[in-house]
Structures are given as C-alpha cells and as structure tokens.
C-alpha cells in the first residue's frame, strides 16, 4: 500500500493495536508520533520498520513535515486522566489543533478522529470539554473526516483503565470497589474498533461521526470479577461508600500530582450513562470479538509485558 499513514498518540492502546493490523494489511509508509517515552521505545522495539517520532505536539516543532506529507491522520493523542486542567487543554485541544494546521496545505489528507462517548455522556469534566472542543476542531477544519467515538477501551498493550485495575489487582491483598459497584459499562475491545479504523481508512466515509459503544453491556463489579478469575488475582473485593471513597481520592491526590485514578474520574463511573449501540460490525464489515474472548487475549498477550506499567 501507498498510502503515507501518521497516527499521533501512536504508543497508547489505540496505536500499539492499530500498527500491527495496518502493516499485515500492506501498509508499509506509517509515521508514529506519541511524547511517552517508555511507551515510545516500546514501540520501536516491536516496529524498527517504521518511523517513530518522539514528539509533544502541543509543544515541539519539527513534525510537521511529517505529518502535513500524510495522505491519512489517525488523531488517537488523549489527555484521560489526571489533575491538571491545563494538561487536557494541551492535550486534547491545542495539539489537535496544531496538527490540523499542519495537514492544511493538504485539503485532501483524510482524518480519522477518536474522540469518546464521554462526548454524549451526562458527566461534565475537562476531559468531556475538551474532547467535545476537539469535535469542533474537526468539523471546522475543510478536511473529509470521520469521528470515532468508542465507550471505555482495554486490550494488549493498555496502560490505563481495566488493565491499570488488573496490575492493582494482582499487586494488593484488598481491592476497593466503590458503593456496591453497580455502575453499568460497555466495555469495547481495542482490536475490534482498530479493525474499525482500518475500515474508515479503506471506505473513507466523510464528515460522519459514530457511536462505537461495546455490544455488551456488565456492570463494573462483574466486569472487575471475570478480569480477577482471568488473571488469577488474590485480592478480596472490598466494597466502600461512594462519599468516603471521594474522599479518599481526594486525599490521595493531594500526595500524587499524577494519580491514576482521580475524583472525576469516580463521578464519571457512577454516572448512569447508557450509550446507543449500532451495528458496526455489520456497517464496517467487522467480526465483534465477544467479551470474555477479548478480556483472554487481553490478559494472555505475551507482548503485553513490553508496554505495561503503573
């Protein structure tokens, strides 16, 4: 394939899982851009073959020829987590906009845009603004794009959400679930919607956004039970009122100015978000790998060990 392919954020989950999948496809002209540097050397580790770039985008030069020569951008970059407003801003909004002006003297490149459900979530934090500010940035860009917008991701290769419970999991006699747990996910597999990215890349639908929503709904406890019998953690479920639990993240926080997990990140879970379900693997011709299968391949990637950790 010809193609000139770049994927910011490209040693995250979305990234690691959609290179593989590209280059067994033929596409052999991909640009990786991603500022994490552990996850960065991973990647070069597993892809020597293809041009890895360690960039900030909101803050370094020096990609943008890279970048402005693509005929296809994968925006996959994401501020998730953390306690720094401004963080999210760089992340989601500045560097997103800064790519696009660099794909502008190219009013034909194609973007591929993963954006969240979080965007159609009744929760409000920096990460819903900014990630709905990024939406905006691509319908005001002139470019032909697509918007992905998945419900919470895991796969090989994840660093954060269920596979950061995982590793916690394994490592700590107690684990804490907060209130009784009942908060009602749809958890998406990461080589299922990657496999939906190839599609978009293929079929080029324009100006179109989707609702890319797990097709199976589990609530958080029961999800965080079948990843305990899968890795084979000894931690007892504790459960702890929601309040006193918030009051503990905040605590926490106040010691770690990088936290993995934060307060707002707690009201999002508890928020009762159902998220519409279409069916996209008819619509994007994909195979929907079934919960318990893709939490397996999860958990017994032998790569995995390359890229995890807390």
């Not at 070069?44 to 030069?61: G, K």
Request: glycine residues 6%; charged residues 20%; neutral net charge.
């Amino acid at each position: 394939m010809t193609a000139r392919i770049a994927i910011t954020g490209a040693a995250g989950l979305v990234g690691q899982n959609l290179i593989p999948r590209l280059k067994a496809r033929g596409y052999a002209n991909i640009v990786a851009l991603d500022k994490h540097p552990a996850s960065t050397r991973a990647l070069r580790s597993l892809h020597p073959d293809i041009r890895i770039l360690e960039v900030d985008l909101a803050r370094t030069d020096g990609w943008q020829d890279a970048v402005g020569a693509s005929d296809i951008v994968v925006i996959s970059h994401a501020q998730i987590g953390g306690i720094d407003p401004q963080a999210y801003i760089d992340n989601n909004v500045v560097a997103t906009q800064r790519v696009i002006d660099a794909l502008k003297p190219r009013n034909n490149a194609y973007l591929v845009g993963i954006s969240s459900s979080a965007v159609e979530s009744a929760a409000s934090d920096w990460y819903v603004e900014t990630k709905t500010q990024r939406e905006r940035i691509y319908a005001n860009s002139g470019l032909p794009y697509a918007i992905l917008r998945p419900t919470l991701m895991f796969g090989p290769f994840d660093r954060k959400h269920v596979a950061w419970l995982a590793r916690f999991m394994r490592k700590t006699p107690v684990f804490p679930i907060p209130g009784r747990g009942e908060y009602l996910r749809q958890p998406l597999y990461a080589g299922d919607f990657c496999e939906i990215v190839i599609s978009c890349i293929e079929r080029r639908p324009n100006r179109a956004v989707y609702n890319i929503s797990g097709l199976e709904q589990i609530t958080f406890i029961e999800l965080m039970r079948l990843v305990k019998v899968i890795t084979g953690a000894k931690a007892a479920f504790v459960n702890i009122p929601y309040g006193l639990f918030h009051v503990l993240l905040s605590l926490y926080t106040a010691f770690d100015p990088d936290p993995p997990f934060t307060t707002k990140q707690l009201e999002a879970l508890a928020t009762p978000d159902v998220f519409e379900v279409i069916d996209w693997p008819t619509m994007f011709g994909v195979t929907s790998t079934p919960l318990l299968a893709a939490l397996e391949a999860t958990f017994h990637d032998p790569t995995n060990s390359q890229i995890m950790e807390i």
